[in-house]
């Protein structure tokens, strides 16, 4: 059993000449579904109301074959306005209400079977819910492996000091942890990329993972050495942006659960991942943003959607 902790939320997406569109999403809400289209068995941890936008939101998980644990509540489901600007980038605006109203005890039953946790973005960001995330991934990581994606958004966490303060509490807790180069930027703008990674590294994450829009994503371990791994964007004609890092994400999950590493007897293995495997790993991650991009929305692929691996480009 994979567990995705996070918020569930309808982004309301505009774009210039045309009607708006609601699409359920949320980052880590879009990580679970990208899990479950891609074959694995994952429940989701996350809240939403008893309200349209809420079964929307439901509808989505369950008909993508996503577990859903316990009931909406009845406070307003999350709202996040995207407008899509003409190179296809998407600017958001939050109506949020961000909870984890589960017991110590509920939480540990809840996790018992995991053996992969993700929690990321707002979900572990904004409280009163950050706190009962962090409890999460304490519980969990005694016998699950970590993953963590701070998806950063200053609109709604605009203390770039603060942001910072938990996301390294967090990554001092996961096995693998994936960011943007704006959110890694924003977080420490005196420093560089590979820089972060490095410091990453050494506070206790396997595999730091960065995506760089149309430069591609690039990789470490402990195992790459300082160079790490890249490989190029993968080529698609760009709809909109919208959850092209969930799906990165997702893949990456997804090939770490395919290959093997999962559960806490993984995590000594992460950092011994080397270049060709790291690489191969991109590829892959790579290959499903790609089709996310090409597509309106947080649409992200099946597995039969994404080439084999004799069929990934070699650079």
Sequence with gaps: MLTVIGEALVDVVSKQGQEPRAHAGGSPMNVAVGLARLGHAVQFLGRYGEDPYGAQVEAHLRDNGVLLP????????????????????????????????????????????????????????????????????????????????????????????????RAEQLVALADVVKASDEDLLWLYPNRSIEETAAAWLRAGAGIVLVTRGALGPWARTRATGPRGAEVPAARAVVVDTVGAGDSFM??????????????????????????????????????????????????????????????????
Excluded: K
């Excluded at 809840?110 to 904004?126: C, F, K, N, Q, R």
């Excluded at 770490?256 to 590829?283: K, M, N, P, S, W």
């Excluded at 943003?289 to 992200?300: E, F, H, K, M, P």
């Design 70 to 165: 316990f009931d909406p509540d009845t406070r307003p489901t999350s709202v996040a306005e995207a407008v899509i600007g003409d190179d296809g980038a998407a600017t958001y605006d939050f109506q949020l209400d961000w909870s984890l109203d589960l017991s110590d005890e509920q939480l540990a039953e809840l996790l018992a079977e995991t053996e992969l946790l993700h929690v990321g973005s707002i979900g572990a960001m904004l409280e009163p819910g950050a706190s009962r995330v962090r409890h999460a991934v304490e519980l969990a990581h005694r016998t699950a492996l970590v993953s963590y994606d701070p998806n950063c958004r200053p609109s709604i966490i605009p203390d770039s000091s603060a942001a910072r303060a």
């Design 250 to 315: 997702a893949a990456t999950l997804g090939w770490l659960a395919d290959h093997g590493y999962t559960g806490a007897r993984a995590r000594e293995h992460i950092d011994d991942l080397d270049r060709e495997q790291v690489t191969d790993l991109l590829r892959y991650a790579a290959a499903a943003a790609g089709v996310t991009v090409s597509r309106a929305g947080a649409d992200l692929p099946r597995r039969d959607e994404l080439p084999r691996r004799d069929e990934l480009p070699s650079s």
